[in-house]
Each structure stands twice: as structure tokens, then as C-alpha cells.
């Protein structure tokens, strides 16, 4: 079945450690995007990219960094220089192109808890 | 830049009562709207869309919604209320050209027995 995937579903962290959050689809989809969900504040873009190697900063991008080396993987490290990391984390996919619209399709996320 | 607002960040109605959550955008290109539901510790999940054809679009779940340009709004309606629709409501908004999407704050909808 296609599907967007992400793991771990939760992740502790110690303060000073960088984590990496892993998000894969089989979808065949161009962009893929990652979102923070903290309570009350909705969902907070951080990264998104259209192609392969190619990537842009969302509105909350300071002390994350992103890759995207392959058009189904696109991981998400959280360094140690985000000093509030505790979230939910959404990793989303769709197509992509002018003219050329699919609704987002959203893994099951990860919940990072700093410890 | 495209951005959405949603109006009231927790909606309260009986079960069997009309839902209505409500969605303004903002956009510079014409948009495409999207109403998703996220249910505990999961991901979000789609309801409806709308891409510019028909200006009431249905939905998943008996959910439904309006385009009105003229009023930038894309409200989330359904006319009766059932227990499993209690859940976390996210509009968003992006433009023609896939640049980015943007989604509102979320409405958490309670349903009274």
C-alpha cells in the first residue's frame, strides 16, 4: 500500500543531543513538508521541499536542519541548538507542479520529548 | 503569501446539532482550500478540497463547505452531529503553484451526548 511513514513514533532526547526524525513515502510525490504541532498553536511549517536537493525554510526553521537526497526520503534533524524541541512533529507529501494540485497526505508523526 | 484563520479555537454543540467551523483566508493567487480532522496523537486526514470548481464541495463523513470569494471565508458545515466526528479541524490554504501550504490554528469540536 502507498503511504507516508514516519519514525520513530516517539523519541526522548537529552538535553544537547541532536535527533534525527525519519519520514518516507512510495508515493511518487514531489514535495514533501514538515510541520511542528504545539497545543493551541496549530500546525508551524519548518521545512519544505519541492525536488530532490532542493529545500526551503518555513516560518520556525532555526535549529533544524533537513535533507533531501532522494525524492522518498526526507529527514528531519532537530539539533541541539532548538531549544524548546518538545513536539509533535508531522511530516506531509503531496504532488507538485504548476497546475498539477493533490491534497497533502500526512504520516502518523513522531512526539519528541526532551528528558 | 497565503495564510488561513480560523474562528474559535474550541467549538462545543449537542449531538445531532448543526456543526460550523469557520475558515477566512488570505491569498494573492486564487487558492486552493483543504478541511482536514486530526483525531488523538495521529496524523491529519483529509475531508474535503476545494481546487476551483464547484463552490460547495462535499466531503467525507457528511461534512460539506462553501467558497465564497467575496467573503474569503471556506466555512466547514455539517447538519448533524455525531459523537466520532469529536476531533481537531484544520483549514488550509495554498496557491496555484504548490509554493508552500499553510494551515490555520485548528477548532477542537466537542460533542455533548
Known amino acids: 500500500d502507498g503511504g507516508i511513514t514516519q519514525s520513530p513514533k516517539y523519541l526522548f532526547r537529552k538535553e544537547g543531543q541532536n535527533v534525527t526524525l525519519s519520514c518516507e513515502q512510495n508515493?511518487?510525490?514531489?514535495?514533501m513538508y514538515w510541520y511542528r504541532q504545539d497545543p493551541g498553536q496549530g500546525l508551524r511549517l519548518i521545512y519544505y521541499?519541492?525536488?530532490?536537493?532542493?529545500?526551503q525554510k518555513g516560518d520556525i526553521a532555526e535549529g533544524y536542519s533537513v535533507s533531501r537526497e532522494k525524492k522518498e526520503s526526507f529527514p528531519l534533524t532537530v539539533t541541539s541548538a532548538q531549544k524548546n524541541p518538545t513536539a509533535f512533529y508531522l511530516c506531509?507529501?503531496?504532488?507538485?507542479?504548476?497546475?498539477?494540485?493533490?491534497?497533502?497526505?500526512f504520516g502518523q508523526g513522531t512526539r519528541l520529548t526532551v528528558v | 503569501a497565503q495564510s488561513v484563520t480560523q474562528l474559535g479555537s474550541h467549538v462545543s454543540v449537542s449531538e445531532g446539532a448543526l456543526v460550523l467551523l469557520r475558515c477566512n483566508y488570505s491569498?494573492?493567487?486564487?487558492?486552493?482550500l483543504f478541511w482536514y480532522v486530526q483525531y488523538p496523537n495521529q496524523g491529519l486526514q483529509l475531508l474535503l478540497k476545494?481546487?476551483?470548481?464547484?463552490?460547495l464541495v462535499k466531503g467525507i463523513n457528511g461534512f460539506e463547505a462553501e467558497f465564497k470569494k467575496s467573503e474569503t471565508s471556506f466555512h466547514l458545515t455539517k447538519p448533524s452531529a455525531h459523537m466520532s466526528d469529536a476531533a481537531e479541524y484544520f483549514c488550509?490554504?495554498?496557491?496555484?503553484?504548490?509554493?508552500?501550504?499553510?494551515f490555520g490554528a485548528g477548532t477542537r469540536l466537542t460533542v455533548k451526548p
Open positions: 506531509a507529501s503531496h504532488l507538485a507542479g504548476e497546475g498539477h494540485w493533490t491534497e497533502a497526505f
Open positions: 508515493l511518487n510525490h514531489d514535495a
Open positions: 488550509a490554504v495554498s496557491g496555484y503553484n504548490n509554493n508552500d501550504m499553510r
Open positions: 521541499s519541492q525536488i530532490v536537493n532542493d529545500f
Open positions: 491569498s494573492s493567487v486564487p487558492p486552493y
Open positions: 476545494y481546487t476551483s470548481a464547484a463552490t
